[in-house]
């Protein structure tokens, strides 16, 4: 009699749906917690762990699952607030959890100041004290490279090589309070209660709903140049290989393990152009923009770093006078002017990571998924004044559920 096939996710890509089913991949946990499990890469992590065999995934996020979320009996949708500690508790109550992936998170440079703290650090402290309580062992912690960013150029380094943990000083409170709960996660390591932090850099994929929806909603408005000279490396990860090393993550941990309280970057590899490492972002982005039908971001001018960041800081200014979000703020420009690519050799040797998507093959497919799937319900906007309507009500949510906590 033959074995009944594997779960796939109804909302997979053609590439993502080839890829769950190319190889064999190792076992999970028959019970898994997923926080932020509505979110871009949240979502992906739960249909992979439920396509690779997991018997009871939950999903908790203060956002409530999209119309179009799987409806498998193995996954329960369940609304609440990581800064909720009851709500919390009551999650990891439930028996037999053979481990937490932790991605809840205030992501991004757009949210309230108080709301990254709220979210970001203090649910990660609600997150450890309910998992000690309940006698869970494992906790896989999403983490940023951005919280080791001092704004100078990151060019091919190691995890060893970056600056450690804390910053004198962060470029953005999002990095501050991640790096927060990463070193609330690795504080609490032990053989007996083990975790580990695992990073993505620039996730891009079907149904992304921040990195390229702003950039593009840009592009298409005609307000997007490019920053300088254009020819800055950096390092992208599809979303499946980085739910694929979080997924790896919680098999390094084991007592002794050389992964417990360590801090990983994940990336498309050595899968990126000619097999380096990283790209030309300025070069890879423009084929996403031509892809939608706008004109060529290199048949413009070119925007100097100098008075972009003139231009940010008058942004910054006006952004706190009103009380509004702004595209173009001065951690944009560094962000969009720097190096920021990765070796990582570590989680190749610790966490036996290996891209499961290249990167040339990822990136097409998203091209073509977002002039199919996100172009059709574009609508003029307001180029750098405002930000994307689907990044924009992720934030409303949250905003509105930590000031009813409050």
Request: hydrophobic share 40%; charged share 20%.
């Amino acid at each position: 009699m033959a074995s009944e096939s594997p779960p796939i996710a109804p909302s997979s890509s053609p590439l993502q749906r080839k890829t769950s089913q190319a190889v064999k991949y190792p076992p999970v946990p028959s019970v898994c917690i997923v926080t932020g499990g509505t979110g871009f890469v949240g979502s992906r992590l739960v249909e992979m762990l439920v396509e690779r065999g997991a018997q009871k995934v939950v999903s908790f996020d203060v956002v409530p699952p999209p119309e179009d979320a799987w409806r498998h009996p193995n996954i329960e949708w369940r609304v609440g607030d990581i800064t909720d500690k009851k709500a919390v508790d009551e999650l990891l109550s439930i028996p037999n959890i053979g481990c937490v992936w932790h991605n809840a998170a205030a992501v991004g440079p757009y949210h309230p100041r108080d709301l990254y703290f709220k979210v970001n650090y203090e649910g990660t402290l609600n997150v450890i004290e309910s998992a000690k309580k309940h006698g869970i062992q494992k906790i896989v912690f999403s983490s940023s490279p951005s919280t080791r960013f001092t704004g100078e150029d990151v060019d091919g380094l190691t995890e060893e090589q970056m600056p450690k943990l804390p910053l004198e000083k962060y470029m953005q409170t999002y990095a501050e309070t991640k790096a927060l709960g990463e070193m609330a996660m690795t504080s609490a390591c032990t053989n007996e209660f083990m975790t580990v932090a695992v990073a993505p850099h620039q996730v891009y994929g079907p149904r992304d709903n921040l990195f390229l929806p702003n950039l593009l909603e840009a592009a298409l408005n005609g307000k997007l140049r490019i920053f300088g000279p254009g020819y800055n490396r950096i390092c992208f990860t599809h979303v499946d290989n980085y739910c694929h090393g979080l997924i790896l993550a919680e098999r390094a941990l084991y007592p002794n393990s050389p992964a417990l309280g360590k801090f990983y970057i994940v990336t498309d590899g050595t899968t990126h152009p000619e097999g380096n490492q990283y790209l030309v972002f300025w070069k890879v982005l423009d084929e996403a923009v031509v892809g939608m039908g706008a004109k060529s971001l290199w048949s413009k001018a070119h925007l100097p770093k100098g008075l972009l960041l003139f231009v940010a800081a008058i942004c910054d200014l006006f952004g706190k006078l009103l009380g509004i979000t702004t595209k173009l703020n001065t951690f944009s420009v560094i962000v969009l002017t720097m190096h920021r690519w990765f070796d990582i050799a570590a989680a190749e040797k610790d966490l036996a990571f290996k891209p499961i998507i290249g990167f040339r093959e990822g990136w097409d497919e998203t091209i073509v998924w977002f002039r199919e799937n996100w172009l059709p319900n574009q609508q003029r906007g307001n180029g750098w004044l405002g930000i994307a309507k689907s990044t924009q009500k992720k934030i409303d949510i949250q905003d509105q559920s930590v000031k009813k906590a409050a």
